[in-house]
């Protein structure tokens, strides 16, 4: 991995227990319940595959949904899990820094102290995640001896029982119901990275892209930075800049990261989005309970936890992802309303047929755009016989 005269640049092990040391002790629970938990999400993972099947219409290509595994984890294995997820994807980035620096006076020491920072950091941030995701599809899962299940390149579906168990009992709602409704989630988001082949080399030429444009100079990135400090301080408001509402991410990123971080919102948004809207749609009859969890978790997700919780979401830029989760379902939801689930699915046929960012927040203009397009081909084919 990544070193400068020899050492990391990002110390992954201080991250890892950096995170585990800092974050918070799941909810009691006896031993017999917690293996209760575990069973019971294996099962409800494996019978959201069809629910999901039979709602969205999309048919995996290559090996099915259960061929691809499934690992209920405390927090300490989501850390574990997401720490070998980063450093899969910011090895070009790491690759670019070492580039820059090697030869300079002091790099070893530098790397190594820098390694030690960056470590901490990242492991602080972990620990402030880690009580919150109640699962994932790890789309960029290497293979990893802690967490087995998985060849490099492949994906994987992660469960955290502590946290789902926290909030169902946070929520007052129905345990069996609320369990199988977040699996319902991951399990589309599984489908969807299973069923369009080409989604998650996509996403992966995105997020390089946008790393590939990051300021590698360090004075650079330090006047970024101070000025993204000014403006939260107020020494240069937000408004002023024409950034109101922007996040500390944000504001330290590129002209050109922003233009990426722009198509890769428009497709967050999209991913996220369907899941919700299959994760509701499928129905009471599976879900008995869906319309209360709906609301009281749509509440939770707009309050937070707290001042300092409200805080770092805005600072990290989480407030953007919650907004994702509610421009995209309105989008899947107007689209299916227009053209149904088939015309709706036209939405995976090739990176063009992905929603803009202006067309998550205006539907009509996408199905204007996919569908009228197809509607001429095939007028026009018809003239040509």
Do not use: C
């Given at each position: 991995?990544?070193?400068?005269?020899?050492?990391?640049?990002?110390?992954?092990?201080?991250?890892v227990a950096t995170a585990i040391r800092l974050v918070r002790p799941g909810p009691e629970i006896s031993r017999d319940e917690a293996r209760a938990v575990v069973a019971e999400l294996r099962r409800h993972a494996k019978t959201s595959e069809r629910h999901v099947r039979e709602f969205t219409r999309m048919v995996p290509q290559g090996p099915a949904p259960h061929d691809t595994?499934?690992?209920?984890?405390?927090r300490a294995g989501w850390v574990k899990a997401n720490v070998a997820g980063f450093r899969e994807l910011l090895a070009p980035l790491l690759d670019k820094l070492q580039e820059?620096?090697?030869?300079?006076?002091?790099?070893a020491v530098l790397g190594t102290v820098g390694g030690k920072i960056t470590g901490v950091e990242l492991g602080m941030l972990l620990s402030f995640l880690a009580s919150r995701v109640l699962g994932q599809y790890e789309t960029f899962a290497?293979?990893?001896?802690?967490?087995?299940?998985?060849?490099?390149?492949?994906?994987?579906?992660?469960?955290?029982?502590p946290n789902i168990v926290h909030v169902e009992r946070?929520?007052?709602?129905?345990?069996?119901?609320?369990?199988?409704?977040?699996c319902l989630h991951e399990e589309t988001h599984r489908t969807q990275f299973t069923a369009v082949p080409w989604l998650r080399e996509h996403i992966e030429g995105e997020i390089q892209t946008f790393l590939g444009a990051t300021e590698v100079d360090p004075m650079t990135l330090l006047e970024r930075l101070r000025e993204a400090a000014q403006s939260f301080a107020g020494a240069r408001p937000d408004a002023e800049r024409g950034e109101e509402g922007r996040s500390l991410v944000e504001l330290v990123q590129t002209p050109e990261q922003r233009e990426v971080l722009a198509r890769l919102t428009a497709v967050m948004?999209?991913?996220e989005g369907h899941a919700d809207f299959v994760m509701d749609g499928v129905g009471p009859e599976v879900v008995p309970s869906v319309a209360e969890i709906?609301?009281?978790f749509q509440q939770r997700r707009a309050t937070g936890e707290g001042r300092l919780d409200a805080a770092l979401r805005k600072l990290l830029g989480l407030d953007a992802k919650l907004?994702?989760?509610r421009d995209g379902e309105r989008f899947v939801r107007a689209v299916v309303d227009q053209v149904g689930m088939d015309g709706f699915n036209r939405v995976w046929t090739s990176p063009n047929t992905l929603p803009t960012k202006a067309e998550i927040a205006s539907p009509a203009d996408w199905v204007a755009r996919i569908h009228r397009k197809g509607r001429e081909q095939s007028e026009g084919a018809r003239d040509e016989a």
């Open positions: 991995m990544t070193s400068i005269g020899g050492a990391e640049m990002v110390d992954w092990n201080l991250a595994p499934v690992l209920v984890v405390d820059r620096r090697a030869g300079t006076p002091g790099a290497p293979a990893s001896p802690d967490l087995p299940g998985s060849a490099a390149g492949g994906g994987r579906l992660l469960l955290v029982a946070e929520l007052e709602v129905d345990p069996h119901d609320f369990r199988l409704w977040v948004s999209l991913l709906r609301e009281k907004r994702q989760y």
